[in-house]
């Protein structure tokens, strides 16, 4: 089963900025969409921010105007810009990349990486 491979996760204070990463390695694809999901003590994993084929993209409303995703096709790259964290962003992301192919679709996720925004 494909994973994919995360980093840029760590200790930030409150105000302070990350970057994730987050790359699928191996022949290229014909990605549906990617996104990012966390999940914090004692909460359901949540759908963070979303980017689709197309260049659309949806956020959580608790990161709206906070939070950038991007991609690059050819790297089979997705990246999560996160600015002005706050302690409520502590929590483990995960990368997701949904994949066509010739009956329906599969799923790739990433192994996990901590954030901790400090107060």
């Known amino acids: 089963q494909g994973q994919l491979v995360e980093s840029g996760g760590g200790l930030v204070q409150a105000g302070g900025s990350l970057r994730l990463s987050c790359t699928a390695p191996g022949r290229t694809v014909k990605i549906n969409a990617m996104g990012w999901y966390r999940q914090a003590p004692g909460k359901q994993r949540e759908l963070v921010a979303v980017?689709?084929?197309?260049?659309?993209?949806n956020y959580a409303d608790s990161v709206k105007g906070r939070f950038t995703i991007s991609r690059d096709n050819a790297k089979n790259t997705v990246y999560l810009q996160m600015n002005s964290l706050k302690p409520e962003d502590t929590a483990v992301y995960y990368c997701?990349?949904?994949?066509?192919?010739?009956?329906?679709?599969?799923?790739?996720w990433g192994q996990g990486t901590q954030v901790t925004v400090s107060s």
């Open positions: 997701n990349v949904e994949v066509g192919i010739v009956s329906g679709s599969l799923n790739y």
């Open positions: 980017i689709k084929s197309g260049g659309s993209t």
